[in-house]
């Protein structure tokens, strides 16, 4: 870390963007989140499609609930601004800041990823599952994909943490930390409509 | 590997495993691909064989299904699509001005998910029965009436289309942030802007059939209902997700192709081409319709009145955009200086055989009409002249006017000719029959058919035609032996040319350009022609370059999926692990050590040597 204090005063002010290889990578990473717009909107219109055909196994109305999905809104949003937090301090190129604020959102996101394996095995456990019926396949595809985009942003995110304190905050780090932060952003916004469409739509039955 | 020096000379099978430099890339492709195609190819002719007389039994039903299904899923996914990626990246790079892609790594991991995809497809020749769905594998047919072929089909395409997925990202990375200085949009040439558009039709369509595919797996591996109206599925979902995809990737397979036309006819015209920007406007705009029609597959369904008058009012639309084309390309040989190279026989005579697939598209997308012809030859005919007639046409126009600068070496062109004529006239005799032979009430997709029924005469024409198209394609392998037999001396610009391509030597030494060109208009070389200049202005002064190293990581992480694969395929959850595994772990390798690159000094001779 000493070794690149002097670096950092030499830092561009947005680092990410200084060379061409990070502009590559962020545009691609945009690109990319496109295409995943249109992963997760055909899901989504699967899961529309079929998500009152519970085949007489418990519906929405009967499983869902409200308070323990909120808490688990409010842990991943909540990680949505930790992750912003975490950029600001990169482009004020405070390494230790930007690290309790990662390291804070991988706990939030951690936290987010338990109260799902739980909610999803209680779930089982009232016989909702994968092959109950068409709702349970639509259901645990849709929720599941996002919870899988979850657990692999973790894994990238203790990566990345991992190497933090040998390479230090580089032209060549600076934009990994930056598309792992768009990563997250749009993990965090699929669940605002995964929450509206499953589970606010699901528990009053429209 | 990794060092910031030049690194040590590789033996032939590493450099082409561990390669990320575009242009082998593109070769790895086009070699690839090309098998591909020789065994859809085989597979067509196998099934004419069985349907040359009625009630022939050189294939049984069975077999015959799974021709059908492999003759269809090996030439969209692993033929055209590689063989297009392989002129991708041969030219693109080059046309632009451009030392490599943007993302080299990325590029060669795309082409090892595809070829590993592609084989994991065809494993199934020899484990228990190939897929026999059809290449659109719709269920019930793919989930409850098929055997373990699908499961071959379904990952196997998920495995080569998170190839493709990614090679269009990079493409479209490429082409935006890596133009040389003065590259406008405007300037591009039309290859590059049909293969931008490409690029972006992939990456919005391909997640379709992501999802598409995850649910027949899902139905199929883990007895999941999204196709189980027992259980409350609906099969018509896997239809719109399939097609969702599946017409925006006929556009994918054709736009290129109206670049390649573009280039040729106007270089061997010897004249810029006919309204360029309103060429770039019809491209886009056909991309964009290219995602509005993908209903007018399933007129039959029963999706009401409404959605099929809406569906078939937007496929007719595109009739405009794509008459703009012919229109402009007639215009550029109109007063031209015309060669008859045997690239320019093929866009020649793509031209007419595309206007008449472009017609009986016209003509199915009247609903109420298609209710006779679905599902008849009357389709098989229509869609075979716009791929065959059309993109391979097209891609064959390609491969004869590039070849130069992808191998060293020129192609023969008196054995060029005999390959055009046999595969054009043998293409026409074909599928021109199977028009009337659908509108005569012959099903797609049938194994056999009785005699006396008005069948027997086209049916046995249409064999006759294929075999004039294996001859011609066998005279193209023949071309490719001779040509390979002879030194590479092929010149930096054989035909004229007019873009930037043609400004270096063939082939190209890895680091393209030498130094990075100043572009000052449309048909850039062909701007410094006209100015008296040789060659480009450079835009820089000499110096070392810059190169991304080899890797063999992008092959071991498609191992790795082909591995997990098996084991999801076979039950046998540890195997599937261990695969993810290994890819999860190349990706960790990949993100821990960073990739310093070497350097190349273009003065040094020795640096030319790749």
Known sequence: ?206 | MGHSHAPKKKGFLMDYLTTVDHKKIGILYFVAGGIFFLMGGLEALLMRIQLIVPNNTFLNGATFNEMMTMHGTTMIFLAAMPIIFALMNAIVPLQIGARDVAFPFVNSLGFWLFFFGGVLVNCGWFLGGSPDAGWTSYPPLSTSFSGFGIDFYALGLQIAGLGTLIGGINFLATIINMRAPGMTFMRMPMFTWASFVTSALILFAFPAITVGLVLLSFDRLFSANFFNVANGGNEVIYQHLFWIFGHPEVYILILPVFGIISEVISTFSKKRLFGYSSMVFATVLIGFLGFMVWAHHMFTVGMGPVANALFGIATMLIAIPTGIKIFNWLFTMWGGQIRFTTANLWAVGFIPTFVIGGMTGVMLAAPAADYQYHDTYFVVAHFHYVIVGGMVFGLFAGLYYWWPKMFGRMLNEALGKWNFWFFFIGFHLTFFPQHFLGLMGMQRRIFTFLPNQGLDFGNMISTIGAFGMTIGTIIFLINIAVTNSKPKKAPADPWDGRTLEWAIPSPPPEYNFKQTPQVRGYDALWVEKMAGNKGMTPAEPLGHIHMPSGSILPFIMSVGLFIAAFGLMYEKVSVAIIGALITLLCMLLRSLIDDPGYHVDPTEDKGVEA
């Open chain 1, 1 to 206: 870390m000493s070794a690149n204090h002097a670096l950092h005063t030499e830092l561009p002010a947005e680092p990410e963007k200084a060379t061409l290889e990070g502009r590559n990578k962020i545009l691609g990473f945009w690109l990319f989140l496109g295409g995943e717009c249109v992963l997760f909107g055909s899901l989504f219109a699967t899961f529309i499609a079929l998500r009152d055909k519970a085949n007489g196994g418990p519906t929405g109305v009967e499983l869902f609930s409200l308070p323990l999905v909120a808490l688990a809104t409010i842990l991943l949003l909540t990680s949505s601004l930790t992750s912003v937090m975490s950029i600001l301090a990169m482009h004020k190129k405070n390494v230790s800041q930007m690290v309790v604020w990662l390291v804070i959102t991988a706990l939030l996101g951690l936290g987010f990823l338990g109260l799902e394996i739980y909610e999803f095995t209680e779930y089982v456990h009232e016989g909702h599952s994968l092959t109950s019926s068409a709702f349970g396949s639509a259901f645990y595809t849709l929720v599941g994909f996002h919870g899988a985009h979850v657990a692999f942003g973790l894994l990238w995110l203790f990566a990345l943490l991992a190497t933090t304190g040998k390479k230090g905050l580089t032209v060549v780090t600076a934009p990994k930390y930056f598309v792992f932060s768009l990563y997250w952003h749009f993990v965090d916004l699929v669940w605002v409509f995964i929450f509206t469409v499953v589970y606010l739509m699901g528990k009053v039955g429209i």
